[in-house]
């Protein structure tokens, strides 16, 4: 089945991303799915649960998938799988208690690892090229 030039476009972006890329962009969509979560919730109209529900399971499932990545062998894997734990944790309570409190919480800290690891990533970058000029 022949897929669409946008969605060959995509593959082929993600294909060459640099693991911080990656990284960048999956934090970047737990931001945006506990974003949209929060805005839903402070509207308190039960006829967004679903939509609510969606989206915290959207940012669950992607942090989930950060934490099968983790490489242990590194210190900070440890400490990035609490953090993570712990962010799934407050997702939860969001979810079981339609509360915005955690998410406002975590929120910010994920957009602060997001920028860390965009910051290390370019250094990277940087270290890369001047090594191969």
């Known amino acids: 089945m022949p897929i669409n030039p946008y969605e060959a476009y ?14 960048s962009k999956l934090y970047d969509k737990v931001i945006k799915e506990l974003s949209a979560a ?8 039960v006829h967004l649960y679903g939509a609510i529900d969606t989206s915290l399971q959207k940012a669950q499932t992607v942090l989930n998938y950060l934490k ?6 590194y210190d900070v894997a ?8 712990y962010f799934i944790r407050q997702i939860m309570q969001a979810y079981v208690h339609k ?3 955690p998410l406002e919480e975590i929120i910010p800290m994920i957009a602060g690892l997001q920028e860390t690891y965009e ?4 250094l990277s970058r940087n ?7």
């Not at 082929?12 to 911080?20: D, H, Q, R």
């Not at 099968?68 to 062998?73: A, K, S």
């Open 10 to 23: 995509q593959q082929k972006s993600v294909m060459t991303m640099t693991p911080g890329e990656m990284l």
């Open 38 to 45: 929060k805005l839903n919730i402070e509207k308190q109209d």
């Open 68 to 73: 099968t990545t983790l490489d242990f062998r």
């Open 78 to 85: 440890k400490n990035l799988d609490l953090m993570y734990d």
């Open 99 to 101: 509360d915005v409190a």
């Open 119 to 122: 910051k290390a990533d370019k």
């Open 127 to 133: 270290v890369t090229n001047s090594r191969e000029a």
